[in-house]
């Protein structure tokens, strides 16, 4: 008898092999799709047209075609399929997550450029999912992870933090950045060199974060020595010195406060890419290339070796990563 009631229709099972049958044009590839074998398929799709009351698509040795009717259930089963999948997330979250909940830290150019747009993803996915978020540098970031503190961490830097697992979860590179007074600014060709750059009082993040990190490796690994005197930073010594191969005429904690004291004329700023992408795009602010360094960090994903994430930090793993969808 058909359908006369929604406590009457047909599996998920059955909804799902008329959708693949109808988008594929094919019984037999929607079959093997599905991994069941080519007759059950046809009987199946035969017992929810009668179930239904209607015809979905019209048969032929090449394929088949849907019907008016078959469009239209196609379209509606899409939705019911969607929303019983949205209910297993949700079902698994809760299983697996006590609660739909995690806690998570994050270095400040990935909270900040990054994570945004994480978050707005996993919220798609899991619209009931609850994220506590700790913002810190890269150092604190991994000091959390490895007190269990948190359960999954991002971090900027060039190299992998010790006893953690870790996972490159893309790429940034540091900018030099001035005003459009400055001398660098008006230069025919905007470019300085190591030497340049480490005699120059900067503006920088403070030490434990992964943009400075990057800056001392990268200078060191030239060999400069900063000469000149003043700022916090002090005359610092080139490869193998314990002090960092620049001069600091501040040392800031955030990246913001970076670039308000570069607008303020206090000097070049060294802050990610990522996050003076808009200034320079409006020309508040000047990018000036640097020759001699490689200024490039990666950014990873970190957490405990002897816990994978699972539940929503899993979630927001995988969609760091590229394999969340």
């Known amino acids: 008898m058909p359908v006369t009631s929604p406590w009457e229709l047909p599996d998920l099972v059955s909804l799902r092999l008329a959708v693949e049958v109808l988008d594929r044009r094919s019984i037999g590839a929607a079959a093997r799709q599905l991994g069941i074998s080519q007759p059950a398929a046809s009987a199946r799709l035969a017992a929810l047209e009668r179930r239904l009351g209607v015809q979905l698509c019209l048969r032929s040795p090449t394929g088949v075609r849907p019907t008016p009717a078959g469009v239209l259930v196609r379209d509606v089963a899409a939705q019911v399929l969607e929303a019983a999948e949205r209910l297993a997330i949700e079902v698994e979250a809760l299983r697996d ?24 993803q996993l919220r ?46 893309g790429t940034d590179e540091l900018a030099v950045v001035v005003t459009p007074e400055h001398p660098w600014a008006r230069r025919p060709v905007r470019v300085v060199d190591t030497d340049e750059l480490a005699g120059t009082p900067l503006v920088v993040r403070e030490r434990g974060s992964g943009t400075r990190e990057v800056l001392e490796r990268g200078l060191r690994g030239t060999g400069r020595r900063a000469t000149g005197g003043g700022g916090t930073g002090g005359s610092a010594g080139g490869r193998g010195s314990g002090r960092a191969p620049f001069l600091a005429v501040l040392e800031l904690g955030s990246t ?38 490689r200024l490039q960090r990666r950014l990873r994903a970190v957490w405990p070796r002897d816990r994978l994430p699972d539940g929503v930090a899993g979630a927001l793993l995988a969609i760091a990563t590229g394999e969340g969808g």
Do not use: C, M
């Open 97 to 120: 997550d006590g609660g739909g909940d995690a806690r998570i830290a994050a270095s400040l150019t990935i909270a900040d450029y990054l994570l945004p747009g994480w978050l707005h």
């Open 124 to 169: 798609r996915r899991w619209p009931s999912a609850s994220v506590r978020l700790e913002v810190a540098n890269s150092a604190e970031v991994v000091r959390a992870v490895s007190a269990g503190e948190v359960e999954l961490g991002f971090v900027e830097g060039g190299s992998a933090p010790v006893g953690l697992h870790a996972q490159v979860i």
């Open 256 to 293: 913001s406060a970076i670039k308000a004291a570069v607008r303020a004329g206090d000097g070049p700023g060294v802050v990610s890419a990522l996050a003076v992408a808009d200034e320079v795009a409006r020309g508040e602010l000047v990018r000036v290339a640097v020759t001699g360094a």
